[in-house]
């Protein structure tokens, strides 16, 4: 199973960073692949800790992965074994989807607050390529629906079974706090929900920086 993000931005925000970083940490480097990356981004622009990580990353679209990346031996892509994580999908992603797809799709199209349409967009780029799957009706981060997709599919674990927690807030102090707009995955261990490592530190600081700007 390959991971794909259609990297949308135009760069690479330090929220990015470390989501991207969680994801490889979660599916390992050679499961996950950055396409449509900006070509005014140039290899120094790729930030060095990704690169140190083993990140693949191209200019090119989905449909140059297999010539891009012919170390990988991946299989032709064809309608049918391509899934859009697409929020306004139909059907939920299942364990039985499992040898269906061997590419999942992920385009930024999960961690907007508020949500953009996105998936139009590449369904307009992939016309007839893509089949759309729902992660449930909540938003969540781009690593955090990279996450669910791999319980789904590789821990055969139906998306009804999985804890999450909605909306969490983070306090850091009496008069500081801050509520995050996504679902999470619920940690089973600390009860907490699973953040890429350094976001929770990244949160207080934006949270500090919101409350500079009332004074």
Known sequence: M???????????SEWVKLEYAQIIRDVGAKNLVLVS?????KDEDIPQELVNMG??????????IGEEFPQLNLPPMKAGNVCLLDPR????????????????LFGGILGDHPPRDR??????LHPGLLIGKRLGDKQMTTDTAVRVAQIITK???PLFS????DYPEFRFSKHEATEMPFRYVKDETTGQPIL??????LIKIDSQRSLDDFF
């Open 89 to 104: 999908a139909t059907e939920d992603l299942a364990p039985n989807d499992e040898p269906k797809f061997q590419y999942l």
């Open 2 to 12: 390959l991971y794909v993000i259609e990297h949308m931005e135009d760069g690479f």
């Open 37 to 41: 990356v900006s070509n005014e981004l």
């Open 55 to 64: 990140l693949q990353w191209t200019h090119s679209g989905l449909e140059c």
């Open 119 to 124: 998936t139009s967009e590449l369904q307009t």
């Open 155 to 157: 821990k055969q674990t």
């Open 196 to 201: 890429p490592e350094g976001m929770l530190n």
């Open 162 to 165: 999985i804890d999450f927690i």
